[in-house]
């Protein structure tokens, strides 16, 4: 497994490339159901945790929150930067370490930005540097895949041809980790990319939550807000109070 699989991969335009048709409605309409359900103040202060491209802190935004988005992908934040405003402002930063201490009434982490990373402890790490970024009683927002789920449904193969590219997709489960190869040729050039997005069950998340001091407020399983179901939903999004 390659150490910083995800630093190569999400600075390749072909990253961008394969992932453009993400639904910019879906995420607005998420993102509304979401604050309105938190009943964050007016002008709270939120840390868009691994913002990619920030879709999601340019809708926050527009909702009249004061927004940092943070991403690791220097092509990401560049992208992101076009956005900027006096409420709204990316930089790039690694997750795992601390950036500005106590300054948010909310943290962020959405679509699958986590999971990443071959140290296990690293997930505790994060949980750890989220927590001391947010005020007291401050909520913590992670969207993750139901790893149930997925590894029930799992399509082991499949193309999809997008801007010209055959983009080849391979799946499979490998030493606890989702891992997806990607394959296609451009301009006469071969690639193949990686990606490992680690099997995190909900217990396995309970036990990181609990163990870094967080109290489960809420779990969703899906954009719509309904219940989490391990059998049957399609994400695992929880909202955690400190």
Not at 39 to 49: F, G, P, Q, R, V
Not at 55 to 70: E, F, P, Q, S, W
Not at 97 to 114: C, G, K, M, R
Not at 128 to 146: A, C, I, P, R, S
Request: one cysteine or more; charged letters at 30%.
């Amino acid at each position: 497994m390659d150490l910083q699989w995800f630093v190569k991969w999400f600075n390749s335009p072909y990253y961008h490339i394969l992932y453009q048709n993400r639904s910019l409605t879906e995420a607005e309409d998420f993102i509304q159901k979401l604050t309105q359900n938190l009943n964050l103040s007016k002008h709270a202060k939120i840390l868009d945790l691994a913002c990619g491209k920030g879709r999601h802190a340019v809708t926050l935004n527009k909702l009249g929150y004061d927004v940092l988005g943070i991403d690791l992908s220097e092509e990401s934040s560049k992208c992101a930067k076009q956005f900027e405003n006096e409420y709204l402002k990316f930089e790039r930063h690694d997750m795992r370490e601390v950036f500005h201490p106590n300054e948010f009434d909310a943290v962020l982490n959405l679509f699958t930005s986590f999971g990443y990373f071959e140290n296990y402890n690293d997930n505790y790490k994060v949980f750890e540097v989220v927590k001391e970024q947010m005020k007291e009683h401050g909520t913590f927002v992670l969207d993750y895949l139901n790893a149930e789920k997925v590894v029930s449904g799992m399509i082991p193969y499949e193309e999809k041809t997008i801007d010209g590219i055959l983009f080849k997709i391979t799946k499979s489960v490998e030493n606890g980790f989702i891992k997806k190869e990607i394959d296609f040729t451009d301009k006469g050039e071969t690639f193949h990319f990686e990606e490992f997005v680690r099997l995190i069950y909900f217990n396995d998340f309970k036990k990181i939550y609990e163990t870094e001091g967080f109290e489960l407020d809420k779990a969703f399983g899906n954009y719509n807000l309904d219940a989490f179901d391990e059998k049957t939903s399609d994400r695992l999004i929880l909202v955690l109070r400190k």
